[in-house]
């Protein structure tokens, strides 16, 4: 038997036990560029352990609503930023750990221009585009260690608006 999980909108607040969110608020911390860019400054905890940090471009397939979640996945060795290079939301979904396993899902939908920062060892789930193209600029840990653990639901979950 499926359970649903209605979509949240994505805030600082409620996304704080899972990571970061990564958005354009408020005055800048600094002006550079002789004036002419702001600078929002230092707005995630990257996570690298003995790894360096690097920059993938992922192109990922559009879902759909409702949406099947079946799998969860962590990175115990780092941390994982997702920016997307477009202008469309993205779902954003995560779990708190249970004993080493996800517990209750919760969905996020993010706004225009809105990215995420996974902290380390925290349960999520992958990456779903609602529009095309799905394409993101990921900064993540690359080192040697296994930093990816998947998890398979035995029941899935529904997430629906």
Same mark, same amino acid.
Not at 5 to 31: C, H, N, R, S, W
């Given at each position: 038997?499926?359970? /649903?999980?209605?979509?949240?909108?994505?805030?600082?607040?409620?996304?704080?036990?899972?990571?970061?969110?990564?958005?354009?608020?408020?005055?800048?911390?600094?002006?550079? /560029?002789?004036?002419?860019?702001?600078?929002?400054?230092?707005?995630?905890?990257?996570?690298?352990?003995?790894?360096?940090?690097?920059?993938?471009? %992922?192109?990922?397939?559009?879902?759909?609503?409702?949406?099947?979640?079946?799998?969860?996945?962590? !990175?115990?060795?780092?941390?994982?930023? %997702?920016?997307?290079?477009?202008?469309?939301?993205?779902?954003?979904?995560?779990?708190?750990?249970?004993?080493?396993?996800?517990?209750?899902?919760?969905? %996020?939908?993010?706004?225009? !221009?809105?990215?995420? /920062?996974? !902290?380390? /060892?925290?349960? !999520?789930?992958?990456?779903?585009?609602?529009?095309?193209?799905?394409?993101?600029?990921?900064?993540?840990?690359?080192?040697?260690?296994?930093?990816?653990?998947? %998890?398979?639901?035995?029941?899935?979950?529904?997430?629906?608006?």
């Amino acid at each position: 038997m499926t359970t /649903n999980i209605q979509i949240e909108p994505l805030t600082l607040e409620a996304f704080a036990p899972f990571g970061d969110v990564l958005y354009f608020d408020g005055a800048p911390d600094k002006m550079i /560029n002789q004036g002419l860019c702001g600078r929002y400054h230092d707005r995630a905890l990257l996570t690298l352990g003995d790894g360096k940090a690097g920059i993938s471009l %992922f192109d990922a397939k559009p879902r759909t609503l409702p949406y099947q979640l079946d799998l969860l996945e962590r !990175h115990p060795l780092g941390s994982q930023a %997702f920016l997307p290079m477009s202008e469309h939301p993205f779902l954003v979904i995560v779990a708190p750990d249970a004993g080493g396993r996800p517990d209750r899902p919760r969905a %996020f939908i993010t706004e225009p !221009h809105m990215g995420v /920062n996974y !902290h380390a /060892n925290i349960w !999520h789930g992958v990456l779903t585009p609602l529009s095309a193209p799905g394409r993101f600029a990921v900064i993540d840990r690359i080192g040697a260690g296994d930093n990816l653990e998947e %998890f398979w639901l035995e029941t899935p979950y529904i997430i629906m608006r």
